[in-house]
């Protein structure tokens, strides 16, 4: 009995060693958690000059929300990156204005995290959301609505101009910078943490046994060359180093001058197909074996990528709870809507 007893504990020790030397290995191979504490989450996420407030919030969350930002009147910041999908579309190509799909045959990225990004766009042209957030409601195949007209209806609208005053002070100058900051501030706020977060910060039981392997296996094929941060990607990295990607000739992206792409999150991956920038893949294990093949120049078995799936899926991260607002409505001076 004594010794059946000492057996259980020294496997246990052993076990709860092993789960401990797998988090350092990970921390190691440069995984960061979200942090659990509301103070160190604000410290990476808020900005000084620009900080965080509950009103900015919500007014910023009308504005994603808000189809009128478009020149269709049909479009939001939540149509491709829409929160109930992951933060993405599901579809292959983004789909815009006149519904046109991307010239370039690029996939929408999730919005989900992106506060934790290095790099916004799938060619990393922008350093931050708030310059991001610019970028489709002018783009032509997007939202195709010129900043005048974004800044015409928003001031023709009573209730959003006393909220911006609220938001920001009576002197407050409501421009395109303004109204497309505010969009920011709110998706700064979309972070999704999740079991993996709290393995990280050393809860050696958050993950199944099952869950560990995968990620063992994970570090081990090497993925972390560019999967790595509190993002588990969002870095400007190299494209096809070992392989040629099997759908490259679908679209014409090639990347940035350098030929850098941005590397997609792993968190809420799960939930995010078609995979790639140009969303050819739509099964989570057949994007492994293609990373595996196009990046690390290795092949990945069916049951290593099934692995390395379980546990991708831990990254599957809780949602803030986001009630659907209602928008203010629009005066006798609101632009119309035009489809040209």
Not at 3 to 27: D, P, V
Not at 75 to 98: E, F, K, Q, R
Not at 324 to 329: D, E, T
Request: hydrophobic share 35%; charged share 20%.
């Amino acid at each position: 009995m004594k010794l059946a007893l000492s057996l259980s504990i020294l496997l246990g020790a052993s076990s709860l060693f092993a789960n401990q030397s797998l988090i350092t290995k990970a921390k190691n191979a440069g995984l960061e958690p979200i942090p659990s504490s509301k103070d160190a989450l604000m410290k990476l996420i808020d900005d000084k000059k620009d900080p965080i407030t509950a009103a900015k919030v919500e007014l910023g969350k009308k504005l994603y929300f808000d189809p009128r930002l478009s020149r269709s009147n049909l479009i939001s910041c939540n149509t491709c990156h829409n929160l109930a999908l992951g933060g993405a579309d599901g579809v292959p190509a983004a789909i815009g204005h006149g519904w046109t799909a991307n010239p370039h045959h690029l996939n929408s990225p999730t919005v989900y995290n992106s506060v934790f990004f290095k790099a916004q766009f799938w060619d990393g042209r922008s350093p931050h959301l708030a310059d991001q957030a610019q970028g489709p409601v002018q783009a032509g195949p997007e939202m195709a609505a010129p900043p005048s007209l974004v800044e015409e209806r928003i001031n023709s609208i009573p209730e959003y101009v006393n909220e911006f005053k609220t938001t920001y002070g009576k002197d407050v100058k409501i421009d395109f910078g303004k109204i497309t900051s505010t969009i920011a501030t709110f998706e700064k706020t979309l972070v999704t943490p999740s079991r993996f977060d709290k393995f990280l910060e050393g809860d050696s039981k958050a993950l199944t046994k099952e869950e560990q392997e995968g990620l063992d296996i994970f570090l081990n094929k090497g993925c972390t060359a560019c999967h790595t941060g509190i993002a588990i990607g969002g870095t400007m990295q190299p494209f096809q180093i070992a392989n040629q990607y099997t759908f490259t000739n679908v679209g014409d992206f090639k990347g940035d001058e350098n030929g850098m792409v941005k590397t997609p999150t792993l968190r809420n991956i799960a939930e995010t197909a078609p995979y790639f920038h140009n969303g050819q893949i739509w099964a989570l294990t057949d994007a492994i074996k293609e990373m595996g093949s196009v990046q690390l120049g290795i092949e990945i078995s069916d049951g290593d990528a099934a692995k390395i799936e379980t546990f991708l899926k831990v990254l599957s991260g809780t949602k803030p709870n986001i009630t659907y607002p209602q928008l203010p409505a629009s005066t006798n001076k609101t632009p119309k809507p035009s489809f040209d």
